[in-house]
Each structure stands twice: as structure tokens, then as C-alpha cells.
């Protein structure tokens, strides 16, 4: 589905930071954390409870100001300083604690996400007023379009269902659907399997991995082992805002570090 | 061991009867009529796929949303139209899905709200102060930043102070909306060793969990709820071999 003539070849650097800090208070949630994400990746990032995972989801969305760091996207540096800008730049996320439009059907919810991609002066708020004939093609457009996406993720059948109707496992997937609207070259998923049941999870897992094969590159924080050895080609270790661990998801398992203050008994799992 | 209702009961009453629920939302009907028991000191683990209705039967029974059919009965009271707010202090907490902690106050402050319902004992402070420890013993971190507030905290975190915050109220009959949430590996296993102590400490548990295997093996008994109806009951034991079951609910693919 994406078009993948736009989309950077393999193994280029997609996304680089290095530097990266955020202090709350007294509290470093990140010090001086570092990632390299290559094009066409599935990259983890785990760790314990309040390593800081979503704080760095947050700065390399524009949610937060970093306190230090270099951001470069697709080989270009980026100020990851507003959030509209940073989806503008290529970069879409879901979120933890689900943020989507509640009262808005699942594909006005998308059709949304679409709107960062479309331009012009029929297309913005003129053309709303007016109602042009260019207007109405540009909305249909995006209409056929985010339902599209509703099928890719696998709940068109709920596209004129208020979001908040939607189970949570559904919702997760209608907040990637947005994500992936804005035709973003990472697409940084929080927790996207929490909610779900392990049979649910290998859905998940089939559609992230078709997201990948369709050119993209993702950015996951995933508390579920099997599914994160599973399907990453990288992985990230944080503990109290630092990098412990970087490599290889095997290699990364067996690490005492990561073992002792993250996986416990399912180290093995 | 206060309250009026621990007062002995016939052993073999349900300590929690459900009798024909149902939950409606406009057109859409969640839960279809279930009916279901939990014994006192049993851990009851409800179980099924996305939107089976596993959410909203707990919400119904704590009132948070209406029930369109059915009654709820608590120790051999009918708890139907009992408004939310009465039911911890009859000894029924909730631990909901998606936490609501109060983001705006300290986490010792959240955790001094569970202590609200206990009415005359909440005065004791010996014995606030004690379960206060018990929770920092369960959850070091949040004991690293109990004077931090709530909202400042990460999802995993939050989930351990909810499940703090309703331990603090001391269920007699604990709810338990995904515990699990969010929670790292490691924290995983501690939830549940917490679930497994205060179980074995006398409260009984009704326990809605995602990690199927993992509340299959904690509880004593479990029901399986597909598109708003019960259709598989049995011990944990039985349903974790059920091959249904490990199938719909366990990820295990056919081969």
C-alpha cells in the first residue's frame, strides 16, 4: 500500500539521535542516550518501568524539548521541536494511553491523519467555506484513502463505529492506521500489543511485519518478549534513562544486565 | 473484618452471584445474559478475545456503566443498583483498565484515597501506615517516588499504583481489569506473586487478564466469554488444556 518509489532504500540510516537527555526536575529520565535505526528495520526499545522509553518517544516527537541531543531523519538534521512539524518531516506514533478522536467514527479518525499530507488552497480552510469541486475530489480522495487503510490494518468493518466503541486491541489498530496516513517513513509504536491476548498478538504480529515488507520503517516499545524477539532486528535496553544493552534481540536476551532489571524469569520465554 | 457483611454465610452461597447480565450500548449488545459465581477465597479468571465483553461485565458489576438486564449480588445482598461509590466500603475494589490514578496528586496522596471507604478505620493510622509499607515493599518504585505526582509517572507505574491505591481500601472481593497492563516482563511476575500473596491472605479475586496462561494458571477456576456469552467454564487447569482454548486465547497456532 505505501509507495514504496518513495521510500529510502535498506539499510540507510533513517533515524540517528545521540546525545539525547531530558531532565524533569532533578529526575534524568534520559542521559545521553544514543539509536541508530536503519531503513526497513523493526528497532525495539524496552526496559524496565519509568526507564524512559515514552520520554524518548516523546522528544523525538516534538511533545517534549530535549534537554541536549542531535536528531537526524532520513539523513537530514531535524528539530524535533513541534509535533505537527515532526509528522511533517516523517515521523507518526501511537500512543500508550490511546489518544484518539473518541466521538469521531474510526475513519474520520484516519481521514484526519491524512490532512498532514494534503496542501493548497483548496484543500485547507478556503476551500472548506467554498465547497469547490476541487474541495469535495480532495475530500473524496482522502476518504477512499484512509478506508484503505482501515482494511490494511484489518477493521474497515468498524469504519463507521465511534472510536471509543472500539475494543482496546481495535483502537490500537485504528491508531496505527492514523499513523500510517501521514505517510510517515518511522512509524514509533508505544505499546502497541498491550491489550491484546497472545493470539492477538501474532494478528499484530502479521501486520507489522507487513508494514515492513511494504518498505517501512518501525520503532516499537513492547513489553512482550516473545513478540519483540520475535519480530525486531534490533533492540535498545533502557534503565533509569540510560542505554544498558544495544544489539542483536539474542544477544540482548542473554545479557545479566537486562536479564536481572528487565526480563526476570521470562528471559527465557 | 469490621464490616457487617463478613458476617458467616452459608459456605456454599456465592460469595459474588451473576445472574443474566446484560450491558448495552445503543444498538450494540456487549454482554448477552451471563450468568457466573465466585466463591469466597476462589481467584475466578475471565477470559476472551478483544470486545468479548470481559471489560464490561466488570464494569456493570461495579456500576460503572448501567446494566440493561440482571442482577448482581454481593454476599448474599443484591448489589444491582448500588451506586459505585458504596461498593468499597462494603469491601468490593476495582482495579480498572487503563488505571485512572489521580494524575494531580502525590502518589502517597492516591494511596491515601483507597483508604477513604474504610470508614471508622481510617482513622488507625498505625494500620494506614503499615499497609502504606506493604504496597512500597510490593512496588520500590513507587516508594522512590511517592512524593511525585501521580500523572508524572510512566504507564507501567501508574498500573502499580492503581493496584496499590485498591489494596489499600483491603478487598475483600478484588477486581482486577488487566493487571498486567503495560507492565514489564519482570513486573509481570511480580503482579502476580502480589495477586497469588493477597489471595493467599483471604481476598478473593475476579481477574480479567489478557496473559491467558498466565490467569489460567493463577486461578482456581475460569470462564472463557466470546462475543458477550459464556462458553467454556472449568479449572484453570482444564482450560489451559483446552485445545480451543490454547488456540483463541494462548497464540499457539495449528500445525
Redesign the interface.
Known amino acids: 500500500m505505501p509507495d514504496a518509489a518513495s521510500l529510502p532504500p535498506e539499510g540507510t540510516p533513517i533515524l540517528k539521535a545521540f546525545g539525547v537527555s531530558k531532565r ?1 526536575g532533578g529526575l534524568t529520565a534520559l542521559d545521553d542516550v544514543a539509536i541508530s535505526i536503519d531503513a526497513g528495520q523493526i528497532y525495539g526499545l ?6 524512559g ?2 520520554t524518548f518517544f516523546n522528544v523525538i516527537t516534538g511533545l517534549y524539548t530535549p534537554d541536549g541531543g542531535v536528531f537526524l531523519l532520513n539523513g537530514q538534521a531535524y528539530s524535533p521541536s513541534t509535533v505537527h512539524r515532526v509528522a511533517e518531516a516523517g515521523i507518526a506514533r501511537t500512543f ?2 490511546i489518544r484518539l478522536f473518541a466521538e469521531m467514527t474510526a475513519l474520520e479518525n484516519v481521514m484526519v491523519g491524512r490532512h498532514v499530507r494534503t496542501h493548497g488552497l483548496h484543500a485547507g480552510v478556503i476551500g472548506a467555506v467554498l465547497r469547490t469541486a476541487a474541495f469535495k475530489a480532495s475530500e473524496a480522495a482522502i476518504k477512499d484513502h484512509a478506508m484503505q487503510l482501515l482494511q490494511y490494518v484489518g477493521i474497515d468493518r468498524y469504519a463507521q463505529s465511534l472510536a471509543r ?6 483502537q490500537r489498530r485504528l491508531e496505527i492506521a492514523r499513523a500510517l496516513a501521514t505517510e510517515p517513513v518511522l512509524l514509533a509504536l508505544d ?1 502497541p500489543a ?9 494478528g499484530l504480529r502479521d501486520l507489522l511485519r507487513k508494514i515492513q515488507a511494504d518498505g517501512k520503517t518501525i520503532l516499537l516499545i513492547e ?1 512482550d ?1 516473545k513478540l519483540v524477539m520475535g519480530l525486531c532486528d534490533r533492540v535498545t535496553v533502557l534503565d533509569y534513562g540510560k542505554v544498558i544493552a544495544q544489539g542483536l534481540p539474542a544477544a540482548v536476551q542473554s545479557d545479566p544486565a537486562v536479564v536481572e ?6 528471559a527465557h ?1 | 473484618m469490621t464490616s457487617p457483611f463478613s458476617a458467616p454465610m452459608v459456605s456454599s452461597a456465592p460469595f459474588l452471584r451473576v445472574d443474566s447480565l446484560q450491558v448495552r ?2 444498538g ?1 449488545q456487549a454482554v448477552k445474559g451471563i450468568s457466573f459465581a465466585v466463591h469466597q477465597g476462589q481467584t475466578v479468571a475471565l ?1 476472551g ?3 468479548a465483553g470481559k ?1 464490561s461485565t466488570l464494569k456493570s458489576i461495579t456500576g460503572l456503566i448501567p446494566k440493561a438486564a440482571g442482577q448482581v449480588w454481593f454476599e448474599g445482598q443484591d448489589i444491582s443498583s448500588m451506586p459505585g461509590h458504596a461498593l468499597p466500603g462494603h469491601g468490593l475494589v476495582m482495579v480498572p ?2 488505571r485512572g490514578i489521580f494524575t494531580r496528586m502525590t502518589i502517597m496522596e492516591n494511596l491515601l484515597m483507597g483508604t477513604e471507604c474504610r470508614r471508622g478505620e481510617a482513622a488507625r493510622r498505625a494500620e494506614v501506615q503499615a499497609d502504606i509499607e506493604a504496597q512500597f515493599v510490593h512496588f520500590p ?1 513507587l516508594k522512590e ?1 511517592q512524593k511525585q505526582l501521580a500523572g ?6 501508574q ?2 499504583l492503581a493496584m496499590a491505591r485498591a489494596l489499600m481500601a483491603r478487598p475483600r472481593l478484588l477486581l482486577l481489569d ?1 493487571p498486567s ?9 511480580r503482579i502476580f506473586e502480589v495477586v497469588r500473596s493477597i489471595s493467599q491472605a483471604g481476598t478473593t479475586l475476579l481477574l480479567v487478564e ?4 498466565l490467569a489460567l494458571q493463577t486461578a482456581d477456576y475460569g470462564y472463557v466469554l466470546e462475543s458477550g456469552l459464556i462458553t467454556q467454564e472449568g479449572t484453570g487447569k482444564s482450560l489451559l488444556e483446552s485445545p480451543a482454548v490454547r ?7 495449528s500445525s
Do not use: C
Not at chain 1, 524496552?46 to 526507564?51: D, E, K, Q, T, V
Not at chain 1, 498491550?194 to 501474532?202: D, F, I, L
Not at chain 2, 497492563?181 to 511476575?189: A, K
Open positions: 524533569f524496552i526496559g524496565p518501568n519509568g526507564a522509553k515514552t500508550q494511553n466503541t472500539l475494543s482496546y486491541g481495535d505499546e498491550a491489550g491484546m491476548n497472545a493470539t492477538e498478538k501474532n513489553h518478549v532489571a528487565y526480563l526476570g524469569t521470562q520465554a | 450500548y445503543g450494540i477470559i478475545a478483544n470486545g471489560t483498565e487503563g518504585r517516588r508524572t509517572l510512566s504507564g507501567g507505574e498500573q502499580m488487566e497492563m503495560g507492565l514489564s516482563p519482570i513486573m509481570v511476575d489478557q496473559n491467558a496462561r488456540a483463541a486465547y494462548l497464540g499457539e497456532e
